[in-house]
């Protein structure tokens, strides 16, 4: 298995990821349902933890080592996502990071939005010179719509990774995006780029992915072949 990569076993409503360690081993995590028919609370003891795992990730089976112990003793925890709004008590009190915005991991921008609003907050104690009501005010009002952007791209992440990486139309729809990307490199970045790479806030990756998706959806519609896009075939797509 290919030691610098992330690895999905996307299954529609449940997947196993294996992210890479250092000493060229994997910390596998398994996204699960916590009820209902195929579920942690219907795969529990060995014979149906190995049912479940020679079904559904076969070639994984002989790579975890001991994996009926781990599934049965490493914790389970919980995913969520917080949605508030003001995050600040007058010039009292402020939330900040997790406490605020807490995220599902599938975009690995917690700790990132978390950083974020410290340089957030950081200017605006610059700009408003002690006047806490007015830093605080202002942190909410224009940073709130920030954390529930990252909460809800983490959430659709989820879904991508989950539902879709194996999914023809979703390939095909990801070639084009890096070809767009290629060609138009200060107007065209995909979503993901605009996370990870650049200092966009969410709030505005998140208006512009939704352009970008549609102008993907209406370039596949015209174009059945690829090999066809080009700076001309596609320029009139982009605003
Ligand atoms: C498994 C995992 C993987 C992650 N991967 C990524 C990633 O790849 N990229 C990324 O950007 N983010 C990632 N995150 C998210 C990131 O860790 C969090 O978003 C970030 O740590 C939030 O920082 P925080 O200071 O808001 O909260 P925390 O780091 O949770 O800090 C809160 C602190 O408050 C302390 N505390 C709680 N209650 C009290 C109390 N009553 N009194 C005193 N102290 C208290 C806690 O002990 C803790 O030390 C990951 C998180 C997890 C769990």
Redesign the pocket.
Known sequence: METNALHIWPRGQFMLIALPNMDRSFTCTLFFPMEGPTSFATVRTEVEIFRFFEEQFPDAVPLILDLVQDFQTNPTGKLGSVYCSPWHVEDKAVL????AH??V?FF???????FQDCSVLNQLIKEYDNDWGKILSEFSRTHVQNGHAIADMALENYLEMRDHVNDPSYIKRRELELKMEHIFPDKFIPRYSMVSFHRIPYAEVYKRGEMQFEALDTILNVFDDLSEINEETVRKYIT
């Open positions: 900040l990071g997790d406490a807490a995220v991991p690995g921008q917690g700790m990132n939005a978390s």
